[in-house]
């Protein structure tokens, strides 16, 4: 699993100072992307040296209470589920000085041909690693 700390800016909020909804979804995106960087893997240098990409399939989202314009949350990343050419990842964003879960999300990734964005398997070497 992985975990980020994110700070909460003023750009991140609507006129009454809470996260604008959108915004959670940044925030898991930074965290599966600091979760593959953390295995050893740059998103860049995949599809650069290996022709993948990884795209969002599906996402299945719950927010529960909201965060705030200050708020100092943790992303919370972890696979549970891989498949031949897909990861299914859970993350969950708390407020860390709450010790509250905020919001929640189940999001399928899709391992893509960078060339022809069609699916294809997803590399031994990454799946060794997050197989551990």
Request: aromatic content about 10%; glycine content about 4%.
């Amino acid at each position: 699993m992985t975990k980020l700390k994110v700070r909460v800016y003023y750009e991140d909020t609507d006129s009454g100072g809470v996260v604008y909804y959108a915004n959670y979804l940044k925030f898991i995106e930074r965290g599966r992307s600091e979760f593959l960087r953390d295995l050893g893997f740059e998103q860049d240098s995949l599809t650069q040296h290996q022709n993948i990409i990884f795209a969002v399939r599906s996402i299945q989202a719950d927010y529960l209470l909201p965060a705030r314009f200050n708020d100092l949350l943790s992303v919370h990343t972890e696979v549970i589920k891989t498949r031949h050419a897909s990861l299914i990842f859970s993350q969950k964003i708390k407020d860390l000085k709450q010790n509250k879960v905020l919001f929640k999300a189940q999001i399928t990734v899709a391992c893509l041909d960078a060339q022809n964005f069609k699916p294809c398997a997803i590399p031994s070497n990454i799946l060794e690693k997050i197989n551990g």
